[in-house]
């Protein structure tokens, strides 16, 4: 299996019985210590009526499904198909990284006996593409062959579900199916949302451990946004297998997961694959090291896959040939590590990495080669950093669009990069915001308030659990100068009181409130102050709320403010009754 292969098997999602939710891209969603709200839950419905099953999505005839690196976007897609052919239905479902020539994808995706027997039927075939990002293809290859055999295709019959990684989505693409399908593009995009605090309970309670007291940990070191997230949601329940605590770096926790992933090998595949094998095992530490200059050339030369025998003109061009990256000594500790074959092929047998057959392998997630190359780039000099990850064009310098998330990364090991990056990307520097000094985390909030001038917040809403690494001495001056000017977007409006949230400054109170109940705020920001009483604000007030609750403070054409006041008051404050007396049919 591909996608999250790499992951312990207890936390695949078909065993474990999540139920993953998506919403619009521009849908609000309600989060609570990192987890999404729970749709099921008490208030999880009226919280988050935007929060979607795929299953809730069975009417719509393409739904494209993004979400960030380890979110889940493959085993969701295969959830949803376990689930459509229980019901008797037809799926043809195909990853996208196993195709490296137009011709090749054609021909399975329209010259396959499914899609021959469907076109001659009359029942409804579910077309399923994942890894739109991963693809060896071009971009504008890819969205040529899809949108070509789709032109005779009967669309009133077929049901297309697409993952891909949210950065890497072609507009092209996007506009294609739009036309297709006769929707709007912003119809078709969803957002894969964050895990419910249940489904990591019961992944802690799968492994063995106590699930409220594996919570309660995350959300005393503030690392829920982390847990809500599959792949880093198994590193932290192998780390806190160890010593029952977590640490606080995002790179800390990378380390020390795949470090022990290089411990732990699949079993069956290791004696497979050492049968015959000569030369010294390599301890944890040295698997790590040589894993890192193979994801260095991998990620760098954007291979997908890596082919262990052969040679260079057998090899297909998205494959990587093991052998070219032998040669040399890597340093670890005291130790000089030759990288031969045997060093190699070590390396490739841990669980970092999968087999897909044929004596080819993959990594078990993209993550982890984008933080492994960063590790072993991270000792060059910076001007040398700089030449690898940042281009420019006549807008300017940008980090390569294929190396943003190995840049965040460096930022994170390195932090004195933040000069030569921030003027790039501060949405790359944010990703590393939890290594920087306080000067460093003031400048990279103004460089994000003033960036959020330009971009929606639709690009980068998954960014935000990264805001709480962003506290300084200045902060709540800051952010209520931010906040207050209503002459600058309410976008950067609402980013300021988001950091504010974060960053959990109850400081902020009186500002929340006051933007919360003027009538003459933008309805947007006023949402996002109230919303933050609601999550970390006092008892007091979400007391004051009330006004919302009654809908006696303006405007309010979807109540909205009437249910986050509804919210800040009960039970506290409200009882039973007195919510009742107050809740109306919705106007919208």
Same mark, same amino acid.
């Given at each position: ?15 474990? *019985? ?50 960030? +690196?380890? &979110? ?11 689930? &459509?052919?229980?019901? *008797? ?63 005779? $295709?009967? =669309? ?27 929707? !709007? ?6 957002? =894969? &949302? ?16 106590? @699930? ?20 880093? =949601? ?65 990620? =760098? ?6 082919? %262990? ?48 057959? *044929? ?6 997630? %993209? ?28 807008? @300017? ?35 590393? $915001? ?11 909030? /103004? ?29 709540? !001056?800051?952010?209520?100068? @931010? ?10 409006? %609402? ?5 504010? /949230? ?20 933008? /309805? ?29 403070? @303006? ?11 509804? %919210? $800040? ?6 009882? $039973? ?5 107050? &809740?109306? +049919?919705?106007?919208?």
């Amino acid at each position: 299996m591909f996608g999250l292969s790499g992951l312990d098997p207890t936390l695949q999602q078909p065993r474990l *019985g999540w139920i993953r939710f998506c919403a619009r891209l521009d849908a609000e969603v309600e989060l609570e210590e990192g987890f999404l709200n729970d749709p099921g839950g008490t208030w999880g419905r009226l919280a988050n009526p935007n929060a979607l099953s795929l299953a809730d999505l069975a009417s719509e005839p393409c739904v494209v499904l993004l979400g960030e +690196p380890g &979110l889940g976007k493959t085993i969701a897609l295969e959830q949803e198909e376990a689930r &459509l052919r229980a019901a *008797g239905g037809t799926v043809d479902r195909i990853d996208l990284r196993g195709y490296d020539t137009g011709t090749d994808l054609g021909t399975r995706m329209f010259r396959s006996q499914c899609w021959q027997e469907w076109q001659k039927g009359s029942y409804q075939l579910t077309l399923i593409l994942d890894a739109v990002d991963e693809s060896p293809l071009p971009s504008n290859t890819l969205v040529r062959v899809v949108l070509d055999g789709l032109r005779t $295709a009967d =669309l009133t019959r077929l049901v297309l579900r697409i993952a891909c990684r949210h950065g890497a989505w072609p507009p092209a693409f996007e506009q294609g199916l739009a036309d297709r399908f006769g929707r !709007t593009p912003r119809e078709l995009l969803y957002k =894969l &949302l964050p895990l419910r605090m249940a489904d990591v309970k019961e992944a802690a309670t799968h492994r063995g451990f106590d @699930g409220d007291g594996f919570v309660a940990e995350v959300v005393r070191r503030g690392v829920g946004p982390l847990a809500s997230i599959p792949i880093t =949601l198994d590193m932290l329940l192998r780390i806190y297998a160890e010593g029952q605590t977590l640490p606080k770096m995002r790179s800390e926790i990378y380390r020390r997961g795949l470090l022990t992933l290089c411990e732990e090998p699949d079993v069956a595949r290791r004696h497979e694959l050492e049968r015959g094998a000569t030369g010294l095992r390599l301890t944890a530490e040295q698997l790590f090291r040589v894993a890192a200059r193979i994801a260095t050339y991998t990620t =760098l030369g954007g291979h997908t896959a890596i082919s %262990r025998w052969g040679s260079p003109h057998e090899v297909s061009g998205a494959d990587f040939l093991l052998s070219s990256s032998a040669g040399g000594n890597e340093r670890v500790g005291e130790q000089q590590v030759l990288v031969d074959e045997n060093a190699l092929g070590q390396s490739l047998r841990t669980a970092l990495f999968v087999p897909v057959g *044929g004596e080819r392998y993959r990594w078990g997630h %993209r993550t982890f080669a984008e933080f492994l190359s960063a590790s072993y780039l991270a000792p060059r000099p910076p001007e040398q950093l700089r030449g690898v990850v940042v281009m420019a064009d006549d807008d @300017g310098p940008y980090i390569t669009p294929q190396l943003r998330e190995v840049a965040g990364w460096l930022v994170d090991l390195r932090p004195e990069l933040f000069e030569l990056l921030l003027p790039s990307d501060p949405f790359v520097v944010l990703k590393g $915001a939890a290594a920087l000094g306080e000067p460093a985390r003031e400048r990279l909030v /103004e460089a994000l308030l003033q960036r959020f001038e330009e971009v929606s917040w639709d690009e980068y809403w998954d960014l935000w659990h990264s805001f709480a690494n962003l506290h300084h001495a200045g902060l709540v !001056t800051q952010l209520t100068r @931010g906040a207050e000017d209503r002459g600058v977007s309410a976008i950067r409006r %609402r980013v300021a009181l988001e950091i504010a /949230e974060q960053c959990r400054l109850k400081e902020m109170e009186p500002l929340w409130l006051r933007i919360a109940l003027d009538p003459a705020e933008s /309805e947007e920001v006023r949402l996002e102050a109230a919303g933050a009483i609601v999550r970390v604000g006092s008892d007091d007030a979400k007391a004051r709320l009330a006004p919302l609750a009654r809908g006696e403070a @303006g405007p309010d054409p979807n109540d909205e403010l009437r249910g986050l006041g509804l %919210r $800040a008051v009960w039970p506290r404050h409200w009882g $039973a009754a007195e919510v009742l007396d107050h &809740l109306t +049919p919705p106007r919208n």
